[in-house]
C-alpha cells in the first residue's frame, strides 16, 4: 500500500509512459512513410538518371573526328586504347585508332602513342590484331614510300613525318613479347618497305636523332637484306660512305661487301685524279684563304695585347703565278698625337720560301719519331702560324722554344 499522494504519483508515471509509447508509435509510422517516400523518390530518380546516361550512350558516338582529336589531349591515348581493343567498334574505326596512336607527337621525348600501340596489338585475340595490322599496312607502307620533304634555297628543311610510321613499323615487328605479324606476306612488305625508306635520303636519317630506332639499329634487326642497296649510295657526293662501309662489314653477305670494296676504290681513285682537283679547288682555296685571314687578323691583337682596329685580306693574282707580294700598311699615333703611317712592301716566290721550312720541319718529325716521342711537337711552334698546343706567338720565344728542345738533347 502507497500514501496517496505516492498512488497519484504513480498514476501519472503511467499515463506518462502511456502517452510516450503513444509519441513513439506515432514516430514509428511517420519515419516508414518518409523512408518508403525517399526509396520510391531515389529509385524514379536512378531510373530516369539510367535512361538518360542510355540515351547519351547511343546518341553520342565515337567518330573518326574524336579519335583525330584524342591524338593531342591529355587522356586521349587511354580513349584511343579503350577503342582499339572493344569488339564493339567497327573495324575501320579500330584502325584509325591505331593510326592516330602512331602519329601522336612525342610526350617529354618519348613516342608513347607507339608504345602503347604495340603493348595494345599484344593484349588482342591474334584475328582480331591480323585484322587491325592489316587495315594499317596499306598506310604505312604509303607514308614510308613517299619522296622525303625537301626545303626552297635558304630555308630550313621540313620535319619528315614519315619517322613516326617507320617506327611503328620497326616496333610492330621487333616487339619481343608477342608476334604481331604472324602473316609472312604482310611481314615481308613491312621489310621491303622499311629498307626502301631508309635509302632515300641517307645522309640525313642516318643522323636523325629523334627516332625511337636510328639507322644502323634497324639494319641489323633487318638482318643482311638492308645493307644490299648501300652499295649504289657510294657516289661522288657522298659524307657517309665510311658509316656505309662499316655496316657492308658487319651485316654484308660477300657479294654486298665486294659491291661496295669495288665502288670504294672507284671513289679513291677519283679522289687522286686532276678531276678530283679540279672539281674541288675553288672549295680548297676558299677555306685555305678564310683560314689564312682569320690566323693573320688573330696574330695581331695577341702580340699587341688589345684589338686594333685591322683589315686582311688575301687575293689570288692570276699574272704573278707563284710569286707573292706583301703590303702592310700600319697607322699609328706620334709624338703629340700626330697620326702616321709605315708601309712595307716585300715580294718572294712561295715555293722558294716554304722549301728550307718544309725539309727542316721533315727533318724534326722524323728524328722525333725515332726517339719515340708522341703528341703535339710544340718545339717545332715557330714554323706554323698558329700553332697547336702552344699560346706563344711571338716568333723569337718560338724559337728559343726549338733552341731549348735542341739543348737538352746535348
Known sequence: MFPAGDVDEERA????????????????????????????????????????????????????????????????????????????????????????????KPRSGRRIGINRLVESLALLPPDDRKKIIDGMLPQLIAEMSKPPPTAPPGQAVPPDPSYAYKDAAMAILTYDKAVLVSDDNARKQLVDALISWSQHDFDRRLDNTTQMFGMEQMMRALGPSAVKGLASLITLDSTKYDRIASMVAEQGDQATKEATAAKLVDLAKFTASQAWIDKNKPAVEEANKASKIKTKDQLVQQIVGYKPQTHVSIEYIESLDDWKTAWDHIHFRGFLGTKMTMQFTWQGCDSILAGPLVLDLARLALFAQRRGEIGVLKHLACFFKNPMGVEEHDFFKQFAMLEDYVRELQ
Open 13 to 104: 508515471v503511467v499515463r506518462s509512459v502511456s502517452g510516450s509509447a503513444s509519441y513513439v508509435r506515432t514516430m514509428v509510422k511517420e519515419n516508414r512513410r518518409q523512408v518508403h517516400h525517399l526509396l520510391t523518390r531515389s529509385i524514379s530518380i536512378f531510373a530516369v538518371a539510367s535512361a538518360i546516361a542510355t540515351t547519351c550512350l547511343i546518341g553520342c558516338k565515337v567518330s573518326e573526328t574524336d579519335v583525330r582529336r584524342w591524338g593531342s589531349t591529355e587522356h586521349g591515348p587511354d580513349k584511343l586504347v579503350a577503342v582499339l581493343t572493344h569488339d564493339k567498334y567497327a573495324w575501320d574505326l579500330r584502325v584509325e585508332s591505331a593510326l592516330e596512336l602512331l602519329r601522336m
